[in-house]
């Protein structure tokens, strides 16, 4: 097995959490794992990504010119990131921020309002966790058990009263997709 997503969006979105807590998801479950950021000079409103590899075998280069997976958080990672993506990649678009269909009709697609769920949650910092739920329930890569311990791990005593949150974020987008794994087409989940 070999994953490797992009995620992307605008500074404050959270995208290198996840991203990271991706990857100590995937050492918690003995994976190798590879968690590489990039973000702009500006940091909050400024565009970050990062790339997060897991895999069962050794990862021998964290260059990944074409990644199986993307997150979109924003409209301009979208346009940016999505002609990246393999054929029958995943791909899980923020739809609360983004106004446009996912062109591609060769991936897995998700369409996942991870702001406005957030929202509901009474807390709209926590649709990076939204949308990493969604991915992972619809790729199977890490269970949420690993990605649950892992953030209790990550947020410590200091920010222990975000735990319940998240977690209640994460299972949101994580049920929104679980039941849909391997399929092919777009799902728009409202």
Same mark, same amino acid.
């Given at each position: 097995m070999l994953e490797q997503v992009l995620i992307a969006g605008f500074g404050g979105q959270g995208v290198l959490f996840i991203g990271q807590l991706l990857a100590y998801a995937g050492l918690k479950e003995g994976l190798e794992v590879l968690w590489l950021p990039s973000y &702009?000079?500006? $940091? %909050? +409103? &400024?565009?970050?990504?990062?790339?997060? !590899? !897991?895999s069962t075998d050794k990862i021998w280069s964290p260059i990944v010119p074409r990644p199986k997976s993307l997150i979109a958080m924003n409209w301009p990672s979208l346009d940016k990131f999505e002609p990246k993506v393999v054929p029958d990649g995943v791909l899980v678009a923020n739809s609360s921020l983004i106004e446009r269909d996912i062109q591609r009709h060769d991936l897995r697609a998700y369409a996942v309002p991870a702001s406005g769920v957030a929202q509901d949650l009474g807390n709209v910092r926590v649709s990076n966790m939204v949308a990493l739920g969604a991915y992972v329930g619809a790729t199977g890569v890490v269970s949420s058990e690993?990605? /649950? =311990? =892992? /953030?209790?791990? $990550? /947020? +410590?005593? %200091?920010?222990? =009263?975000l735990v319940d949150v998240n977690a209640s974020a994460f299972r949101r987008g994580y049920e929104m997709t679980v039941g849909s794994r391997g399929q092919s087409n777009k799902v728009d989940i409202h």
């Open positions: &702009g000079p500006e $940091m %909050r +409103g &400024g565009t970050a990504n990062c790339i997060s !590899i !897991i690993a990605v /649950l =311990s =892992s /953030l209790i791990k $990550m /947020l +410590g005593d %200091r920010k222990a =009263s």
